[in-house]
């Protein structure tokens, strides 16, 4: 499966294949291990936004994209319903998500060898 994540109205913003049983972290650069979560919006102000340096994963599982809240301080919304912590939610396309203070828009695309997989 293919997925566009846009922020701010910027339709490229993150763009990546996903895979069962890939997870993609959503969250900022960690500057004491030096590591950066797949989508990383540190250069949008993640910090000032409240989002947090893993604050939820995307996952490809049954055919569908779920997103899970990894107990984040400010939380991680669906279209405005929260996401409680470590309870998956499905996603579909056209969905908001907001991670603290930032909302992000999805857009999937399915693909014939992302199919077989699963």
């Known amino acids: 499966m293919k997925i566009e ?12 294949d996903i895979h069962a049983p890939d997870k993609l972290v959503i969250g900022r650069f960690d500057p004491d ?14 910090l000032e936004h409240g989002v947090s340096r893993n604050h939820a994963a995307l996952s490809y599982r049954h055919n569908m994209v779920q997103i899970t809240d990894l107990g984040s301080h400010n939380g991680t919304y669906v279209n405005e319903l929260q996401v409680f912590p470590s309870q998956p939610r499905r996603l579909k396309d ?21 199919e077989s997989l699963t």
């Not at 994540?5 to 990546?16: E, M, Y």
């Not at 989508?39 to 993640?46: E, N, Q, R, S, Y």
């Not at 056209?94 to 992302?114: A, K, Y």
């Open 5 to 16: 994540i846009a922020l701010n109205g910027d339709r490229k913003a993150f763009i990546s």
């Open 33 to 46: 291990t030096g590591v950066a979560p797949a989508i990383d919006l540190g250069p949008h102000k993640a």
């Open 94 to 114: 056209g969905d908001m998500i907001r991670v603290g203070f930032l909302t992000l828009t999805i857009q999937m695309t399915h693909s014939p060898q992302t």
